[in-house]
T-cell receptor, first 110, second 112 residues
Framework: DAKTTQPPSMDCAEGRAANLPCNHS???????VYWYRQIHSQGPQYIIH???NNETNEMASLIITEDRKSSTLILPHATLRDTAVYYC???????????FGTGTRLQVTL | NAGVTQTPKFRILKIGQSMTLQCTQD?????MYWYRQDPGMGLKLIYY???????DKGEVPNGYNVSRSTTEDFPLRLELAAPSQTSVYFC???????????FGDGTRLSIL
């Protein structure tokens, strides 16, 4: 099963774009990349997911490299409320294989 | 919209006691999951269910039991509470394993 590697922490100034990287070099062709975030100790919140193409929704954009070995979550205009732990997950479509690592702790500052 | 509801929000147990963590969802999702999250760590899958009457083990099932008698409810049972089970427990649901999961707000459990 594909594992993911994320930096443990990042800082971003409010109003700037936050670019959160994720490495998933062993990803298979049918595995999706999912992003969730966890604010304080609340339950994780789904952000976005993709397979091959770049994706955008009201919360964020997901850029997946052509070889699919890495991806970047982009929060275009970060606010203080975006301070959270962000998890990058490779989803095989098998319920028993879902794994949340330790994620990236994003701190948005004034 | 209620989504995924977990009760209780907080609980303190003594070693050896038992309890049931409740989870219910109103989205008619087939898949439901129980995770635990220890301080500073990611989530670990305890059990999951693919539909009423069908459950299976995740990564860390020891010390826990589950049942799924209805689509809506997926309770998690601790039979003999141990200090190692002190954690935050999250319940989640999804339409399928390839669809986003919706999480509850968690149950914070301390065992002393």
């Amino acid at each position: 099963d594909a594992k993911t590697t994320q930096p443990p922490s990042m800082d971003c100034a409010e109003g700037r774009a936050a670019n959160l990287p994720c490495n998933h070099s062993t990803i298979s062709g049918n595995e999706y990349v999912y992003w969730y975030r966890q604010i304080h100790s609340q339950g994780p919140q789904y952000i976005i997911h993709g397979l091959k193409n770049n994706e955008t929704n009201e919360m964020a954009s997901l850029i997946i490299t052509e070889d699919r070995k890495s991806s970047t979550l982009i929060l275009p205009h970060a606010t203080l409320r975006d301070t959270a732990v962000y998890y990058c997950i490779v989803n095989t479509g098998t319920a028993s294989k879902l794994t949340f690592g330790t994620g990236t702790r994003l701190q948005v500052t004034l | 919209n209620a989504g995924v509801t977990q009760t209780p929000k907080f609980r303190i147990l003594k070693i050896g006691q038992s309890m049931t963590l409740q989870c219910t969802q109103d989205m008619n999702h087939n898949y439901m999951y129980w995770y635990r999250q220890d301080p500073g760590m990611g989530l670990k899958l305890i059990y999951y269910s693919v539909g009423a009457g069908i459950t299976d083990k995740g990564e860390v099932p020891n010390g826990y039991n589950v049942s799924r008698s209805t689509t809506e409810d997926f309770p998690l049972r601790l039979e003999l509470a141990a200090p190692s089970q002190t954690s935050v427990y999250f319940c989640a649901s999804s339409r399928s394993p390839n669809q986003p999961q919706h999480f509850g707000d968690g149950t914070r459990l301390s065992i002393l």
